[in-house]
């Protein structure tokens, strides 16, 4: 560690404490753990990552379920800490990412990421756009959003022609449905339940 790199940190992150039956109960399925981490211990190819901020996505389900049932993704086991996408500032480096580099990728549900680097890339900064953006519109849910509008079909979206967006309330459904929306198509989202349409209506329809 470098001088300016604290000794020791004092962490909190989300553990799975077991696998979820149906849906995700963070009462019984999870908990909150505090732990303190010697960094003098941790090896010089890992980098330690203070959190800023992180996305819920619908895909870190599947990675809660037991490898026998339905972990497409890979499954993070018990006791390990709860998989999720983010950004923060690398406070320990390595010979890839210095201190100080801003970072996005599978953090992990913690205060403080200990990553051997694997997946992480330096934080896309545009102008005008807020970090938080590498979460959403300039993340997974944007990039996923343009090949399935602008890219896979064989012409783009226009004036006059009726687009149908499943999932519409979702990350993903959400951004392409304002995508189509913007090329001037009527769009007509499939959302489960109302609550979810009302957020359709009132946020996207303007």
């Not at 799975?16 to 003098?40: C, I, M, Y």
């Not at 690398?90 to 549900?109: D, E, P």
Request: charged share 20%.
């Amino acid at each position: 560690a470098s001088p300016s790199t604290p000794t020791s940190l004092v962490n909190k992150k989300w553990v799975l404490q077991r696998f979820p039956k149906g849906r995700f109960n963070s009462s019984s399925d999870a908990k909150l753990v505090e732990e303190t981490v010697d960094l003098t211990t941790t090896s010089d190819d890992m980098v330690v990552v203070e959190v800023i901020a992180l996305s819920v996505d619908a895909f870190i389900r599947t990675m809660l379920d037991h490898t026998d049932i339905d972990a497409h993704h890979g499954t993070v086991g018990l006791q390990n800490t709860l998989p999720a996408l983010g950004y923060g500032k690398v406070i320990k480096g390595n010979k890839k990412f210095k201190v100080g580099t801003n970072v996005y990728g599978l953090l992990g549900a913690n205060k403080y990421s200990i990553h051997n680097g694997e997946g992480l890339s330096p934080l896309l900064q545009l102008p005008r756009a807020e970090p938080n953006a590498s979460l959403g519109v300039l993340g997974i849910s944007g990039i996923t959003s343009y090949i399935g509008m602008f890219v896979v079909p064989p012409k783009c979206p226009k004036k006059g022609e009726t687009v149908v967006v499943s999932a519409a309330a979702g990350g993903t459904g959400s951004i392409a449905a304002q995508m189509a929306k913007i090329c001037g198509a009527r769009v007509i989202g499939i959302a489960g339940g109302a609550k979810k349409t009302k957020i359709l209506n009132g946020r996207i329809e303007t």
